[in-house]
Each structure stands twice: as C-alpha cells, then as structure tokens.
C-alpha cells in the first residue's frame, strides 16, 4: 500500500507509540490528584506543554490541550468573538477556503449577528495581506486565516498578515494545523495571537490537540467542569495522548528540513509526471505549497471513481478533504480558487510523507495516467469535450 493522504491523518511515529504505550501502563494516574502516582502525570503533561511551546515560539501557559484541531479553531473564534462582542465589535475577516471547522463556526456567529468579510484565495491559492488589511474596519475583532491549505497546500503570508492585524490592533487566530511539524511556525514572528493545531496531522495520535492563546487574552470554555488548563479547558487530560503529541511534534521539528527538502523533491517529480496528462492543472501555487502537497484536476472525469480505482492499485489517496468526501458536493476550496463545478468534480489529492521513495511516485504517476485514461474513455462529458459539444477549460 502507498499512503498518499497524510493531509486526512498521518500514522502515528514509533516514538509516540512507544510514548504513548509506556505512559498508558505505568503513568495513568490523574494530573490532578495530589499523590505521587498523580504528580508524575502532571510532570509528564507540564513537561508535553514547554515541549510544544518551544516548538512554536510560545510560552507554556500559552498552550491549552484540547481534543484536536477542531476544537481549538471553535475556542479560537468564539473567544475572539466574544471579547469583540463586549467592545461593540462584530466583524470577523477570514477566507472562502478554509476548514470547516473555522467555516461552521463562523456561520454560527452570523446567526448572532456577526458580520463576516471573506478575502479573496485568488486563483492560485493565495490571500493577499493588502486585502486583508483593506477588508478591516474599526468594527472588526478578528482576522482568521489558516497558515496552510489542506487541500491544495497553498502556504499563506501569515507573517505579513500577521504585521497587518498587530498595526491594526485586531486579534489574529491561525488555523495552523497543516503547518506545524510540516513548515517553520513561529507566533512570534509570525505576530500571531490564537494558533490551533492538532497532533495526527504529524504523526501523533487522533483526538488530541492544542490551542495557543497569546499571554491576557481571555478564554472562553466550550466545556464547562473541573479546573484543568488553567479553568479554560474542563476534563481530565488525555496525558499519554498529550506527551506523544509532544514527542511526535519534536520529533517532526528536529527532522523537519531535511524531511522537507526530501518532499519537496518528490512532490515536484510528481507534479512533473502528473502535469504530462492533458488538459490537467495543478491546483494551488506551485512554490507557495506544503513540501507534501500535490492537487490536481483532470477534466472530463469524476474524483471519485478516480480514487476507487487508484484504490484497487494500493495507492490511498483523496480528491480533496476527508470531510467533503462521501457527499456530491465539489469542494468548497477548489471553487473558491474559481475552478467550475465539472472541472472541480474531477480532482486528486496526494499528500506524500516524507518516507515515500521514488519508485512509489513513479508507480503513483503511471497509475493515474492509466486511470484518468480509462476512465476518459467512457465519460459521457470527455466525449462532449472530444466531439467539440463542449469546450475544454483547461
Ligand atoms: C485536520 C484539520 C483540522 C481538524 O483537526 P482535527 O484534529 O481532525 O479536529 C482543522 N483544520 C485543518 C486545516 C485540518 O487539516
């Protein structure tokens, strides 16, 4: 089998297992109990706590753990949301293209009477900080922007964007869970306020993940109960969970350029391969990506029946994000950066690790090849577009 969707999930690295296996046998105790066997788990997850702040640049009472990124993205927005809605302030400014997890939240608060400014992704993938600046008005309490794409892997200006939400004194929320372990983040320098990210996005285990909330900003709780993170975030912690998520994350930090550049090398063989099967575009800007992302789409087929196939070949991969599939949809992403519907429906994501090797792309692009041909083969639109009934857009 070749894994090509660590966008959706990555496999846990053998650190983390062992991390996390070790803990679950000899350290399940309860942070907050007062006797030893408590303490030592307090110590772990203090210690998983200035591990990932060192990563990020932050201070370790900046990090909230929390269930994953999803979670983080909700407390992000409301919080800020919140501490708008106390100054008068309800405008938030984000973008068509981002997770669901921002987007839902964002049309919750349209429903309490938030106004929302979505920038434009541009063809190639890309925010434009000017634009974001020109989208801020004196009614605004957050611009929330996510660092890197999950779909087509564009790498946003954060830190220009950031510099243009510290100017204008608004709150800043990075949905940064694509970004981290994968491409340098650094809150400082990036001048960001609010940053979720979410361990199985690098190699961690699922359902764990982090908020990084700057030092005076106030959370608001989604769950309300016990005192744990500081009162911010009710629930006994996930503590294997968490330090596996630490260890997996300074593994990924430490490994991080040199991984990259392996991926980036990869990644452009496939786009390379992938580029020579016609009418095809690649999706996104092909220097401003994720080391590990190549999107692609095929006119004149469907997403679907393209992943069954490459399915049946060994190849995992996806047409877009792991939540959009199963519904008819295209994706919100792919039309966001002006791809029509037809075009948008026939799409492929490959989102490579850093172990793949160079004869797995070779087969990966073979394989598509062959699939996008056979299935043109029969399509009823590649015959419109072949007979001249229809026109080709790409
Ligand atoms: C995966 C993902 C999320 C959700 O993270 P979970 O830990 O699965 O809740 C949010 N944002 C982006 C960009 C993602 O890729």
Redesign the pocket.
Known sequence: MIYADN?ATTKMSDTAIRTMYSLMNECWGNPSSLYTHGQKAKEILEEAREDIAAVIGANPREIYFT?????A?NQAILTAAAIGKKKGKRHIVSSAFE?H??LHTLEKLKKEDFEITLVDVHENGLIRPEEVEAAIREDTCLVTI?YA??EIGTIQPIPEIGAVCRKKNVLFHV?A??AVGHIPVHVNLDCIDLL?A????FHGP?GV?FLYARKGIPLTNLIEGGAQERGKRAGTENVPGIAAMAAALKEANRSMSEDAARQTRMRDMLIEGLSQIPHSALNGDVKHRLPGNVSFCFEGIEGESLLLLLDDKGICASSG?ACTSGSLDPSHVLLAIGRVHDVAHGSLRLSIGADITEEEVCYIIRSVKEVVAYLRGFSPIWRDLMSGKKEFIL
């Open positions: 966008a269930s994953g990124g999803s979670e993205d997770h997890a921002v996510m794409n999950n949905d869970v694509q979720s979410s361990g199985h996005k699922k993940g994000s």
